[in-house]
């Protein structure tokens, strides 16, 4: 236990991790057999199984398009925080799949610059609608901060998946896109959540609105004793319930796409996206990622990306070497600084120190 007052930053170094992905004791709910392999390893897909998948959702997926081209407003809204990630996916639905898209950016206030810069250039390139939706900063940090500083808004175990900060923010960003989706008649979203981060099973959804009502509740209830009825315009309404034809197609297309991140890169630098600098290495436009990540590490001793990772790694989609590298990267303190200091709270990390 380190001493009262000051508090230790875990990194996963030390800590006994999966021999087969990079999961360490300290993650909800692990248990390893006598080769060291994590009970989660043993409960996933064989990869042929997961090859299988793949394809039956694949073609799933240009069913759907084919189904849905041409009839509403738009055909599809792709979430686009402005990183390598959705920016491929949007390219993708916009060149190969010659999709309509509305590219919705939920703008949480700590959006890196160069983000921004990408994503006029390429909305422009691209020749895409692009509906940026600012938050009021005031809600956001009552939001971040509490969410910061205690474990209690969510479930312990929602810290096997996120940090608690990206949980509020996620459900803020996928709240408010559903509720534009149901109102502008749009019958697919697709969202560049990494093959890690969504299970192949989750990859496509038709939702409706009991589930919804339930999903949106988890997510809003405790953002709501935070700030009360501001977080109201980021859910739905009883009107948008009322119209179950307009609940849009859930999809995540890595799920069943291929996922190399060098090839990702190579794509999106060939539409003028330049990386930016000021991000962490989990994250190519979101400077707050770095705070969460540090929070995260503090409140759970492991990295909020673990589990996202080790799922790309049992994938065959990443070497555990590379996935061991990406999770001992720790967060820039300058980044983390500039966090905390926009949220107006103390600093946590001396300048000069990594
Ligand atoms: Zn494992």
């Known amino acids: 236990m380190p001493p009262a007052g ?3 930053v875990v990194t996963t170094t030390e800590q006994r991790l999966c021999t087969r992905c990079v999961l360490p004791e300290t993650f909800p709910g692990i248990k390893f057999d006598a080769d060291g392999v994590c009970n989660y390893c043993h409960r996933a897909l064989t990869e042929e199984k997961a090859a299988a998948h793949r394809e039956s959702a694949r073609l ?16 599809v809204l792709v979430g ?11 390219a993708r639905m916009v060149k190969e799949f010659n999709c309509r898209v509305l590219a919705f950016t939920f703008d949480n206030g700590f959006v890196s610059k160069q983000a921004f810069r990408n994503m006029e250039h390429i909305s422009d390139t691209l020749g895409v609608d692009h509906l940026i939706y600012k938050a009021r900063l005031d809600v956001l ?4 901060n509490a969410s910061a500083v205690g474990d209690e808004l969510y479930p312990k175990s929602a810290l096997g998946r996120a940090s608690n900060i990206c949980t509020s923010c996620m459900g803020l960003a996928k709240g408010i896109a559903l509720r534009v989706c149901i109102e502008k008649n749009i019958p697919v979203t697709a969202f560049g959540w990494t093959p890690g981060q969504v ?17 949106q509740e988890l997510s809003a209830a405790p953002l709501r004793r935070l700030v009360g009825d501001a977080v109201r315009p980021y859910f739905l309404e009883e009107e948008h319930y009322e119209r179950p034809e307009r609940f849009p197609y859930n999809i995540a297309p890595f799920a069943f796409m291929e996922y190399d991140e060098e090839s990702i890169y190579d794509y999106v630098a060939s539409l003028g996206w330049v990386r930016p600098k000021d ?5 190519t436009n979101c400077l707050l990622n770095s705070y969460g990540i540090h ?13 996202e990772l080790a799922g790309m790694v049992r994938e065959g989609r990443m070497t555990r070497d590379e996935a061991l590298a990406r999770i001992h990267l720790m967060p820039n303190p300058n980044v983390v600084n500039f966090v905390t200091d926009r949220l107006g709270v103390p600093s946590i990390i001396p300048a000069g120190q990594s």
């Open 141 to 144: 940090k009552t939001v971040f």
């Open 295 to 307: 929070v995260h590490l503090e409140q759970s001793g492991f990295h909020p990306y673990v589990a």
């Open 199 to 215: 299970p192949l099973a989750a990859g496509i959804f038709k939702s409706n609105p009991a589930m919804i009502r339930k999903m």
């Open 60 to 75: 799933k997926f240009e069913q759907i398009l084919n189904d849905v081209r041409g009839k509403g407003t738009y055909d």
């Open 279 to 283: 991000t962490d290495a989990n994250s």
């Open 6 to 8: 000051k508090k230790e």
């Open 80 to 90: 686009w925080s402005g990183g390598k990630d959705s920016t491929y996916i949007l």
